[in-house]
């Protein structure tokens, strides 16, 4: 793997990193209910050295009822002040997943206008297995203003995700796996419709990764999104269960050199919820 302070770096450049003064590390740990895991309790009991707890389910869009939608400009703003991100750092994120939750981060960074972020090649579990320290107290973070400029491209709502389902362009790409995406398995959020949205390509996440929770080589990811039926020379939007490895895949996507992406953000928990948009079921 070859790293890349605007995309992912692995442990051993952390490892080397750690100490630079315009480092900030993020724990975005993250799961679905059903995983019974607590990422805060978890990340006050351990985390990476300096590392700062950035909670998903709060820093995001209060006045939504969907799961964790990007928050306001002047929200995120606020925040970073308080942990003490901005203007000048690079950022590293991580999760307790290997692979999870931190692209999600990432892309949120990016959707602000901030460029040098990245995600952590397999995250706490790896950093762990190597024998790399940890700590138990959080960091005492000075106030850092930054400078957002938002970057509309790199979102898509529903209204936008319709469209593109009846026209075909861009390409829906879903991370979702492949019983959910057919429709045979349940949602873990109740309420929603089995199935996918229609013209929708199946890319699972699970699918970019290797067992220790890396990514896998560009090659590989490429023939990946191929094999699904994605064309790379056209845009994309990606979309999963919440928009959380929704951002995988443009991770995925933008280690590739593919820049015409973008997230949908309500992802299925809106448009399973939508009486009024239509499903599909199967494979196709």
């Given amino acids: 793997m070859t790293d ?27 799961y679905l209910p059903d995983a019974g895991r607590d990422p805060k309790a978890e990340y006050e009991e351990a985390h990476i050295p300096g590392a700062r707890f950035f909670d998903i389910d709060e820093i995001s869009d209060a006045r939504s009822d969907l799961p ?29 997943a290997g692979m999870l939750s931190a692209p999600r981060v990432w892309w949120l960074f990016k959707l602000m206008g901030q460029e040098n972020v990245a995600v952590l090649d397999g995250g706490f579990p790896k950093w762990v297995a190597e024998g790399h320290a940890v700590e ?52 873990p959020r109740e309420g929603l419709r089995a199935g996918h949205i229609p013209n929708a390509r199946n890319v699972p996440y699970t699918d970019l990764l290797n067992e220790n929770q890396t990514m896998i080589g560009n090659d ?4 990946v999104f191929e094999a699904a039926g994605v064309d790379l020379s056209k ?18 996507l933008e280690r590739l050199g593919h820049s015409d992406w973008a997230l949908y953000d309500g992802s299925w928990a809106e448009w399973g919820m939508f009486p009024t948009v239509p499903v599909a079921t199967g494979d196709a």
């Avoid at 979102?155 to 492949?178: E, F």
Wanted: hydrophobic share 45%; glycine share 6%.
């Fill in 136 to 187: 138990d107290m959080p960091p005492i973070p000075r106030d850092r203003h930054m400078t957002v400029r938002f970057q509309n491209h790199l979102v898509r709502d529903v209204t936008q995700v319709a469209h593109a389902s009846k026209l075909g362009i861009p390409q829906i790409v879903d991370a979702r796996g492949a019983a959910r995406f057919r429709g045979d398995a349940p949602e």
């Fill in 68 to 96: 964790h939608m990007a928050p306001p400009i002047e929200k995120f703003m606020s925040r970073m002040r308080a942990m003490g991100v901005g203007d000048g750092h690079q950022v590293v994120v991580y999760d307790g």
């Fill in 4 to 30: 890349d302070p605007k995309t992912l770096v692995s442990t051993d450049w952390l490892a080397a990193h750690l100490k630079d003064p315009d480092l900030r590390v993020l724990d975005a740990s993250w």
């Fill in 235 to 252: 845009p994309i939007v990606t979309s999963c269960g919440s928009g959380v490895t929704a951002a995988i895949l443009a991770l995925a």
């Fill in 220 to 223: 590989a990811a490429r023939a």
